[in-house]
């Protein structure tokens, strides 16, 4: 069992290493101030996901129980999201920024998917709390990316005078 268990965290170790470098690279490439304190937030975020998973990791490797202690997800994407996002009237930059920031919430949605799945794949009340936590988190992150796309693509269609063929 711990072999699968292994398994499932030594991918998501890769994955949560892959979006952290995401965010970090593309925070340098955005134009919104916005979308780039949140990739960078997002990215240390991501760090905190690969510190939590390599302990994981190691208690495994040890031979040591997996312990659900029902950290917190946080708050601050939450207090940020009631805050209004200001595009300083560059409404022509968002045209680069609003893919990206589609790119960021179709990761964070794999993110929540792939640990939804591999805590409904595992035996053990602690490893399965421990992946729903993890799903969790990228939930927060996933929304915290759609709330700020949605209001981006809206702010742009709006300025634009125009509204996208959906």
């Known amino acids: 069992m711990s072999g699968k268990i292994l398994g499932i965290l030594e991918y998501a170790l890769s994955k949560e290493m892959e979006g952290m470098s995401f965010y970090e690279s593309k925070s340098k490439t955005v134009h919104n101030e916005e979308v780039k304190k949140t990739f960078l937030e997002l990215s240390k975020m991501e760090s905190d996901h690969v510190d939590y998973i390599n302990n994981l990791i190691n208690k495994i490797n040890e031979d040591e129980p997996l312990r659900y202690n029902g950290e917190d997800i946080g708050d601050a994407f939450r207090d940020r999201q009631k805050k209004e996002i200001v595009n300083q009237g560059d409404f022509k930059k968002l045209k680069t920024d609003i893919p990206v920031l589609r790119m960021a919430y179709l990761i964070e949605q794999d993110f929540m998917e792939f640990y939804n799945k591999a805590s409904e794949s595992v035996e053990g009340k602690e490893i399965k709390e421990i992946l729903r936590h993890l ?32």
Do not use: C, G, N
Request: glycine share 0%.
């Open 135 to 166: 799903a969790q988190w990228e939930k927060v992150h996933r929304d915290r990316i759609y709330d700020l796309y949605q209001k981006l693509s809206k702010d742009f269609w709006e300025h634009m005078e125009t509204d996208p063929i959906f």
